[in-house]
């Protein structure tokens, strides 16, 4: 009669998903049988007050099923039997000390258990902190990816930005020179009507300018296009997609400019790939989606053409990297990623992500 | 004809002007930059503005967002974009941007001075001239895009008329380039809008309209 309210009626109850209700009842139950066994205690004439056992009693199954849940629900997944432990012992050792104080104090027993409990969750603890913080050595070699990491893309960063200020350079310095002379040419041409042999000659000479002028034009043009460090992403994947040789629908979700690096690593997989749509599945057509999702582009070219696409292997080493490859280079330097998928009569997707900061 | 000039590349503004003036083309006013252009645009009230794509202070697209606007202020203005590259959406968007005459030229044409006059008076008068790379570019998305029909039907000899045409090019202007006579330039145009399914029509501008419309560049 000591303990008339047993936590297991209520612990078979708790499924989980009411958990507070059942913990509510618990308490409300054992208050109840509380309450019961103080009015019997006045009832039988008072005398000494033993109800306060009881209420120990009661207290400590509420208490268990409280902590139980928490230890399970709440706890960090990694430090939970450490935790649990840490509370266990805390209990068990409040228990004591109240145990100590109710049976009227005198020599302090509970010291021995409480040191017992404290050298086993000490020993507890050391074996955890063994396990799961990193040692010295690999502390250093995290710091050291870290540094890697961001010199690597800050050093890709200044590369993306100094090829931009090339094709500047070379549009508003060699290219505007030649159109320039070509123009100065074109004048001398028209002057000298009288002599046709010497402007057969000048229109050679504006002939050779105007090819170098279409060399450089390309090669500006590989090394970003123009419509891309004009207007952004965005634009210029729409471009792509109007020039391509197949139906492209674009679907892009991007509100601000990325980082050069990004988004020129992501105009060329769009490029690449709606190339090779246009040579592998000629009567396809393509989907293009271009979406930032927690700091990370992500580019997707999807066709419904044949599927069945098989990457090229690898370019060898010293050998300039070229189309799927190349891709997946340019990609991982950016510590992002190139998927392909391509099954059997479904079509074939290249997907690719590309962090756009640190 | 009375134009003005905006193009931040000293070297390129000064070469254009004095080639103008050989030619006996007034120059009224030159700019540096965007804002240049409107005001001049204001103040002179050119037949044609010659503008550079790309000028201060964003040396991206400025030229043509500034064409557009000063032609949203003056419907009538003609407006001839030099660049040093071809970007068939700026066409569109310049085509789409009103009735006036348009032009899109790669800057090493002005060395083709005839041509380059010649393109120039076209589009002072409300024609159009464009690039015949912005042209082929056309020619190749639309005939890669298509899957029966259209330009497949097409002779060669047709496609080239069908080229020159989009360039913004007259009969007498095709015949010479094609070397033939204006009689086989007209049987080839009749023959391509039929087979494209096109409006017929002898008005030259709007001629160049449907065949830039259906090569996906601006609207009919």
């Known amino acids: ?358 | 004809m009375r134009v003005v000039i905006a193009e931040d590349n000293a070297l390129l503004r000064e070469g254009l002007v004095a080639l103008l003036r050989e030619r006996e083309i007034e120059v009224a006013a030159q700019a540096e930059d965007g804002d240049g252009l409107l005001r001049i645009v204001e103040g002179h009230r050119p037949d044609l503005a010659i503008v550079d794509v790309r000028l201060p202070p964003t040396f991206t697209d400025e030229g043509v967002r500034a064409a557009i606007e000063a032609r949203r202020r003056h419907p009538e203005l003609a407006i001839l974009i030099l660049s040093q590259y071809v970007e068939p959406v700026y066409t569109s968007e310049l085509l789409a941007s009103g009735e006036g005459g348009i032009g899109y030229l790669l800057k090493e044409r002005v060395g083709e001075v005839r041509t380059f006059v010649d393109a120039l008076e076209r589009v002072a008068g409300g024609g159009t001239a464009l690039d015949r790379e912005v042209v082929a570019e056309l020619v190749r998305s639309r005939r890669a895009g298509e899957r029966d029909g259209g330009l497949a039907g097409l002779t060669p000899r047709e496609r080239e008329a069908l080229g020159l045409m989009a360039e913004g090019k007259t009969n007498a202007a095709i015949a010479r380039a094609m070397v033939v006579t204006p009689g086989a330039v007209e049987k080839h145009v009749s023959n391509i809008f039929a087979k494209l399914d096109l409006p017929a029509t002898d008005d030259d501008h709007r001629r160049v309209l449907a065949v830039l419309a259906f090569l996906g560049a601006g609207e009919a």
């Not at chain 1, 050779?208 to 296009?225: H, N, V, W, Y």
């Open chain 1, 1 to 358: 009669m000591i303990f008339p309210a047993m936590p297991s009626t209520t612990d078979a109850r708790d499924d989980g998903d009411d958990y507070e209700v059942t913990l509510a009842l618990h308490a409300a139950l054992a208050g109840f049988v509380g309450l019961l066994v103080t009015i019997v205690w006045a009832a039988t004439g008072a005398g000494r007050f033993w109800p306060v056992w009881v209420w120990f009693g009661l207290i400590v199954t509420v208490v268990v099923h409280a902590l139980g849940r928490h230890g399970v629900d709440v706890l960090e997944q990694r430090m939970r039997p450490l935790a649990f432990h840490v509370e266990v012992t805390v209990f068990v050792v409040a228990a004591e000390l109240v145990i100590w104080a109710l049976s009227g104090g005198g020599y302090f027993w509970p010291i021995w258990p409480i040191t017992a409990f404290g050298a086993l969750l000490g020993v507890h603890a050391l074996i955890v902190n063994r396990r799961l913080l990193p040692s010295l050595r690999e502390r250093e070699l995290t710091e050291r990816v870290d540094v890697l990491t961001r010199t690597r893309r800050g050093a890709l960063d200044v590369q993306a930005a100094e090829l931009r200020r090339i094709e500047r350079d070379l549009h508003d310095g060699a290219q505007a020179r030649l159109v320039a002379l070509s123009m100065q040419l074109g004048r001398a041409e028209e002057r000298l009507e009288d002599r046709p042999e010497v402007a057969e000659l000048v229109r050679r000479a504006r002939g050779e300018a105007g090819a170098a002028i279409k060399e450089l034009r390309d090669l500006a043009r590989g090394i970003a296009p123009p419509v891309l460090a004009d207007r952004g992403l965005v634009a210029a994947v729409e471009a792509l997609g109007q020039r391509s040789a197949v139906p492209v629908d674009v679907d892009a979700r991007i509100a601000r400019r990325l980082p050069p690096v990004v988004e020129t690593a992501a105009y060329f997989v769009v490029a690449e790939a709606l190339t090779n749509v246009a040579k592998h599945a000629p009567t396809a057509s393509a989907r293009v989606t271009l979406a930032e999702r927690d700091d990370t582009l992500v580019v997707e070219v999807a066709d419904d053409g044949p599927g069945g696409a098989e990457e090229t292997p690898r370019a060898d080493a010293g050998a300039s990297p070229t189309g799927l490859a190349g891709l997946r280079s340019r990609v991982e330097a950016l510590d992002g990623q190139l998927r392909v998928t391509s099954p059997e009569g479904v079509g074939t997707a290249i997907r690719a992500e590309l962090p756009c900061g640190l």
